[in-house]
T-cell receptor, first 118, second 115 residues
Framework: GAVVSQHPSWVICKSGTSVKIECRSL??????MFWYRQFPKQSLMLMAT?????????EQGVEKDKFLINHASLTLSTLTVTSAHPEDSSFYIC??????????????FGPGTRLTVL | DQQVKQNSPSLSVQEGRISILNCDYTNSMFDYFLWYKKYPAEGPTFLIS?????DKNEDGRFTVFLNKSAKHLSLHIVPSQPGDSAVYFC??????????????FGTGTLLAVQP
């Protein structure tokens, strides 16, 4: 299957600092990538849709100024958590579909990034 | 508003027996459904999918059944193996004419296969 990587796999930072998480599609191009977060024992919640060459689309309740998304190329999307606070501690996962068509494309997920804000 | 629901948070099955994981949805616009397997601290791994024009899709030990009238789908794993122990998420998407579609995930079911 297609490979999606994330970097870093885990990060610990101080409250008030910013953290950047990278998501790369390694063997295919992705005009769209998705960012999710997962709290312990909860479902994956979609945060935003990252679009190459245009602005990201954020889900209701997600602060776009706090979670900055940049889809710089067809293989890279970045999520920057600005002025991170302890409540931002979570498991962040990105995904990318292998085709840009209707519903029948399959999304492949990165391994996730564990963010801990002290 | 939880559009995709997995009402069983956990399931325990003996090795070699059938595992049946259930998922219900409320949005009639969903036309594509997927099952993912997830280990702790890892990203989900795609297992199997089904389009709304079908009622069954089989891939090896995994079969997904879709009942559109009941807005219900299930994943059958036969025979179950200890390595199948993980959290299983069902997900659904609907095509609104955009380039691609976001997935709505259920809350997950933790499957434990006992040796």
């Amino acid at each position: 299957g297609a490979v999606v990587s994330q970097h870093p796999s885990w990060v610990i930072c101080k409250s008030g600092t910013s953290v950047k998480i990278e998501c790369r599609s390694l063997d295919f191009q992705a005009t769209t990538m998705f960012w999710y977060r997962q709290f312990p024992k909860q479902s994956l919640m979609l945060m935003a849709t990252s679009n190459e060459g245009s602005k990201a689309t954020y889900e209701q309740g997600v602060e776009k100024d706090k979670f900055l998304i940049n889809h710089a190329s067809l293989t890279l999307s970045t999520l920057t958590v600005t002025s991170a606070h302890p409540e931002d501690s979570s498991f962040y996962i990105c995904s990318a579909p292998t085709s840009g068509g209707p519903s029948t494309d399959t999304q492949y997920f990165g391994p996730g990034t564990r963010l801990t804000v002290l | 508003d939880q559009q995709v629901k997995q009402n069983s948070p956990s399931l325990s099955v003996q090795e070699g027996r059938i595992s049946i994981l259930n998922c219900d949805y409320t949005n009639s616009m969903f036309d594509y459904f997927l099952w993912y397997k997830k280990y702790p601290a890892e990203g989900p791994t795609f297992l199997i999918s089904i389009s709304s024009i079908k009622d069954k899709n089989e891939d090896g030990r995994f079969t997904v059944f879709l009942n559109k009238s009941a807005k219900h789908l299930s994943l059958h794993i036969v025979p179950s193996q200890p390595g199948d122990s993980a959290v299983y998420f069902c997900a659904a998407s609907a095509w609104y004419g955009g380039a691609t579609n976001k997935l709505i995930f259920g809350t997950g079911t933790l499957l434990a296969v006992q040796p």
